[in-house]
């Protein structure tokens, strides 16, 4: 799978998935697979866009759910071809009628293009699915809106999974994404107090503009190069040992040691264990790992 920055120009013909797939949920899933279906045929492809900051989001309680990696990896494993994400500051003050045009039509070669029923494109999200669907039956490209993939009655969303997300409730978050919420964010130094207490853990820093899930202990599974490891992650900024500025996620992986510092470790949530608390003490709250860690080796098994 090639990912684009810019807008390519194909020499072929293409089936395009529209939208921001900000967390690739089964909602999601089912536009995608709908141009993946027209492979080989038909080149499918995600055209989606990236924030040029967090501070240009204007939408009221967003955060990127997946990392760019994490993202890039599910979109890889769908069978998507090509994902076409520039900046949100090239796209956004195209008219609708110039969009579907320049990039859709001319660049893209599309002739077949995927939705959601909620879609909005162009300057001011002026242009929406009935618009689209004129745009292509008059360039006479296939166009369909796909149906919101339901769960309790309730249309799957990022909203929804965001919420679930902060409240810590990570079995119904993995139902609606269709896998668990992971993080792979790169292993930065911590104070290796874990290592000299026998239980030396791995650090990785939430980047401002992404989803910080409700701070407190989780069970969770650590990939490795090829071998998988039971985790115990702690979510928040370590309240005993001092406090940090910035959240992390802080997880001992049960059976391993090594330096993984630089490294992008995947690191899966399943369950939620307790919040986030400030011990009398560095023993007590080792003691309190020691029970999480056997918690973790049970749920596993």
Partial sequence: MELSRTIPTLTGPS????????????????????????APQLFPIVFTFSYDSPKEVTKPGFANILSPSRKEAILQKLGVQLVCEPLF?????????IFFMEILQKKLKAEAIFCGEDYRFGK??????????ALCRKAGIAFETVPAVLDGGEPISSTRIRALLREGRMEDAARLLGEPYAIDYPVSHGRQLGRKMG?????????????????GVYVTLAVVGSKTYPAV?????????????????????????????????PVSFYRFLRPEQRFPDVETLFRQVAEDARQAELFFR
């Fill in 199 to 215: 239980y030396p853990t791995i650090n990785q820093l939430y980047p401002s503009g992404d989803l910080l899930p409700r701070n």
């Fill in 233 to 265: 992650t702690n979510i928040g900024v370590k309240p005993t040992l001092g406090g940090t500025d910035a959240p992390s996620a802080e997880s001992t992986l049960l059976g391993f040691d090594g330096d993984l510092y630089g490294q992008k470790v």
């Fill in 89 to 97: 500051s090239v796209v956004r003050d195209l008219e609708p009628e």
């Fill in 15 to 38: 089936a395009v998935a529209l939208g921001l797939f900000d967390g690739v949920h089964l909602g999601h899933r089912a536009v995608i697979g709908r141009a993946v279906s027209r």
């Fill in 124 to 133: 001011g999200a002026a242009g929406d699915v009935k618009l689209l669907r």
